[in-house]
């Protein structure tokens, strides 16, 4: 069994589809039925700043390794994968654009480029997984929408059906030619487990693993409620947003509880009706746990997703967040008296662009933040990224990058607050932290910065770091918490 590998490319490039600051991301592979060539994902040249998100569809030749590429002009294709019969590639991918977010469509061409196709057109965010069914006559695939992720298949007229629906968030893995598919899902109660489906029926899904029944045994969780709620900017923008908020176990209406408000990095992504450990931890320490989706999320469309564009933070995402806190004060699940707010990367950011608007949280935790954009635009592995979400280059135009670093507003705050990066970050590397530390120290505003050893872009890459990272947000919002501290000094007062 086995034998000698070949290497089939070379060069000053790498195999893999381009992305968010990355040279390639882990190739996607399909060998033609023929197995006489292999389709892949990237960029066949060297990197150049004007090409950062440039991928495209290419042929490899396993004969001779000649090298044929499919997809034309400056967009970003990826995910190739073979008609059964060979004559045709799926792919996904979008065209050159102007915009921070554009919605990857599913794509077919036939397998020397031509004919290209769109099938898709109108989806709250792009496909992944794609997978030709055995027919030759669908193509199945997943999105993330609305906070779940679900399968659907499409056929070659672009007709789309669903296979799975719900608040779940399934990954799709293969399709056995009898139409049973390898999946995972989780739910809001459930961490991910093995299941399988039948991709012919509709949510028909059949989980295979239960391996969290251990770790979960014994356990009363919290309880995890589904909320939308309309949010206007002071921009006169509005929009609705959904968010989900964890009650404590043995939740009791007739109490206030302490609120964490917990804010996605990104900041074009998604938060999901999957099982979360961290919100349900929070929760089982008293927390009420709020976490939506402010617009620049995805999975609720372009607009949606590019609401924030030349403006980030500022005045739409924020609105969107503090109308979520609004929302759960209301409902009457927490103690207006008793916020709190974190984030990691984009969440670190929104959460520093919160407290120099308002003073309403108690203590704040901005994990990986960006605070100065001008200052990260040289030190970053995203600054193609970070150039294209801004009008012009700092040296022709410095206003918005100023307006929007959040160093900028740094001398409104009042909310103590804890700074953590890893001592590696190429993302949001910790001299942002650090600036943002010394100011506050100047200010006198109580702070504290951790620098997390050994860590890339988070905090909580291995399990030490992972419990590290809530115990240290736990001990920050004890020390700042009125109702623990009140206890805390009546206990010394007796002693």
């Given at each position: 069994m086995g034998g000698t590998p070949r290497q089939l490319t070379s060069g000053d490039w790498n195999v893999g589809r381009r992305g968010l600051g990355s040279i390639a991301s882990a190739p996607a592979l399909s060998w033609s039925p023929d197995g006489k060539v292999i389709a892949f994902d990237g960029l066949t040249r060297a990197q150049t700043p004007e090409a950062w998100s440039e991928s495209h569809i290419n042929l490899v030749s396993v004969a001779d390794g000649t090298i044929t590429q499919l997809t034309s002009g400056q967009g970003n294709y990826g995910q190739p994968d073979f008609s059964p019969d060979g004559k045709q590639i799926a792919y996904t991918g979008y065209p050159e654009h102007n915009t921070s977010y554009p919605v990857p469509d599913l794509f077919v061409m036939t397998n020397d480029g031509s004919n290209i196709k769109a099938l898709t057109n109108d989806l709250d965010d792009g496909p992944s997984s794609i997978e030709w069914l055995d027919s030759g006559r669908e193509i199945v695939f997943t999105?993330?929408?609305?906070?779940?992720?679900?399968?659907?298949?499409?056929?070659?007229?672009?007709?789309?059906?669903?296979?799975?629906?719900?608040?779940?968030?399934?990954?799709?893995?293969?399709?056995?030619?009898?139409?049973?598919?390898?999946?995972?899902?989780?739910?809001?109660?459930?961490?991910?487990?093995?299941?399988?489906?039948?991709?012919?029926?509709?949510?028909?899904?059949?989980?295979?693993?239960?391996?969290?029944?251990?770790?979960?045994?014994?356990?009363?969780?919290?309880?995890?409620?589904?909320?939308?709620?309309?949010?206007?900017?002071?921009?006169?923008?509005?929009?609705?947003?959904?968010?989900?908020?964890?009650?404590?176990?043995?939740?009791?209406?007739?109490?206030?509880?302490?609120?964490?408000?917990?804010?996605?990095?990104?900041?074009?992504?998604?938060?999901?009706?999957?099982?979360?450990?961290?919100?349900?931890?929070?929760?089982?320490?008293?927390?009420?746990?709020?976490?939506?989706?402010?617009?620049?999320?995805?999975?609720?469309?372009?607009?949606?997703?590019?609401?924030?564009?030349?403006?980030?933070?500022?005045?739409?995402?924020?609105?969107?967040?503090?109308?979520?806190?609004?929302?759960?004060?209301?409902?009457?699940?927490?103690?207006?008296?008793?916020?709190?707010?974190?984030?990691?990367?984009?969440?670190?950011?929104?959460?520093?662009?919160?407290?120099?608007?308002?003073?309403?949280?108690?203590?704040a935790a901005a994990l990986c933040p960006v605070t100065n954009w001008i200052g990260m635009s040289g030190t970053t592995d995203v600054v193609g990224w970070l150039y294209n979400f801004f009008p012009a280059p700092y040296w022709e135009d410095p206003k918005p990058w100023l307006d929007h670093s959040t160093l900028m507003h740094v001398g409104k705050v009042k909310t103590p607050t804890l700074l953590m990066t890893g001592d590696k970050d190429l993302r949001t590397p910790i001299g942002e932290a650090e600036s943002y530390f010394a100011a506050l120290k100047i200010l006198g505003i109580p702070t504290r910065l951790i620098p997390m050893r050994n860590e890339y872009h988070g905090t909580g890459s291995i399990p030490s770091n992972y419990m590290r990272t809530n115990l240290m947000l736990r001990k920050w919002f004890d020390e700042f918490d009125p109702v623990k501290v009140a206890a805390t000094t009546e206990v010394k007062a007796k002693h």
């Open positions: 999105v993330s929408a609305r906070g779940s992720r679900n399968i659907h298949a499409v056929d070659l007229r672009g007709r789309i059906r669903d296979i799975t629906s719900g608040a779940q968030v399934v990954t799709l893995f293969n399709v056995a030619k009898n139409g049973r598919a390898a999946v995972s899902i989780s739910t809001s109660d459930k961490p991910s487990e093995i299941a399988v489906t039948n991709i012919k029926g509709k949510n028909d899904i059949s989980r295979l693993t239960d391996v969290n029944s251990d770790v979960l045994y014994g356990k009363t969780l919290g309880e995890v409620k589904e909320i939308w709620y309309d949010a206007t900017a002071e921009t006169g923008e509005s929009a609705r947003v959904q968010g989900w908020v964890v009650l404590p176990p043995n939740y009791d209406s007739n109490k206030k509880y302490p609120l964490l408000l917990q804010i996605h990095g990104g900041p074009h992504a998604m938060y999901n009706s999957g099982f979360n450990f961290t919100f349900q931890e929070f929760a089982a320490r008293g927390y009420v746990v709020l976490y939506t989706n402010p617009r620049g999320s995805t999975g609720y469309g372009s607009d949606f997703a590019n609401a924030i564009r030349h403006r980030y933070p500022g005045p739409v995402d924020y609105a969107d967040l503090m109308a979520g806190v609004d929302k759960v004060i209301a409902d009457g699940y927490a103690d207006s008296d008793r916020m709190f707010v974190a984030g990691c990367s984009g969440g670190g950011i929104l959460t520093t662009w919160i407290i120099g608007q308002t003073d309403r949280f108690k203590a």
